[in-house]
């Protein structure tokens, strides 16, 4: 049973807000945060092991970063992997060094570590990263199977929207960050990101977004969760934007 949802943005800039669109970003991820999450979190991340043509899901024991560790929930993976497999998805399991124990660990992802740290009784999670070239109707069967998973947890969908708004950004410039950061804003607020299923590739492309796949299996959660949502804040900082989300039950 999912407890919460939470569609978060994992730019440094929430840790240490500057301006007043951050500081409501960070304020959601706050009250995301402090609410009951049940034994696990789920975070789906851009920033993980991502193997081309596939689902992963980390199986390592344990993921850390700098000292700080979080239980890998294998219980549940397992649940996922199977219903997964039957349903006849790419999805893999991905451990590290041996199969338990000490040794079983993998480092723990920025894009996972910053909605993590507001999450500060978090001790279980089980980390997916979705490859970029699966299928948009495997993402969201995806969803959909995490959606009705029986277990107790709770979901963080790690996403930062367009990363082409500036000309001294990294990628460059490019008017379609604006339009497909337009849309991503619309389908968040009318709670149909399911129409996210036939988003024009170029849009993809030249936005250079890291929550489109996401945000597929976001909306495969919502097709079967009657959840809506209840707070949405937007930023663009520099050259890439941030959209956090909480979402209520109906």
């Known amino acids: 049973m999912i407890k919460q949802i939470c569609l978060l943005p994992h730019g440094d ?14 304020k959601i991820m706050i ?14 991340s851009p920033h993980s092991i991502r193997v081309p043509d596939q689902i992963s899901l980390l199986y390592a024991e344990r993921i850390c970063k700098n ?6 929930d294998r219980s549940l993976a397992d649940d996922l992997y199977n219903v997964s497999k039957r349903n006849e998805l790419p999805v893999i399991k991905v451990n590290y060094g041996t199969d338990s124990g000490e040794l079983s660990s993998l480092p723990l992802d ?9 999450f500060l009784t978090a ?8 490859g970029r070239e699966v299928k948009r109707s ?53 709670n149909d990101l399911k ?11 030249r936005a250079k977004p890291d929550s489109f796949w996401q945000l597929l299996i976001l909306a495969g959660i919502l097709s079967v969760v009657n959840a809506k949502p209840e ?10 934007s941030m959209l956090a989300a909480s979402y209520s039950y109906t």
């Open 13 to 26: 800039e929430v840790l240490k807000p500057d301006d007043q669109d951050v500081k409501e970003i960070r």
């Open 31 to 44: 009250e995301c945060g402090n609410r009951y999450h049940g034994e696990t979190l789920i975070v789906v």
């Open 67 to 72: 000292g700080k560790c979080y239980i890998t």
């Open 110 to 118: 920025w894009g996972s570590e910053i909605p993590l740290s507001f």
């Open 123 to 130: 001790n279980k999670v089980m980390i997916i990263a979705p």
């Open 138 to 190: 495997e993402l969201f069967k995806f969803g959909s199977l995490i959606g009705k998973l029986e277990n107790e947890f709770s979901i963080i969908i790690s996403a930062d929207q367009a990363h082409t708004h500036s000309h001294n950004g990294p990628y460059g410039f490019s008017f379609f960050a604006k339009m497909y950061d337009t849309i991503i804003k619309k389908l968040v607020k009318e």
């Open 195 to 205: 129409s996210l299923m036939y988003l024009d590739k170029e849009i993809i492309e």
């Open 231 to 240: 707070k949405v804040a937007y930023t663009i900082k520099d050259y890439y």
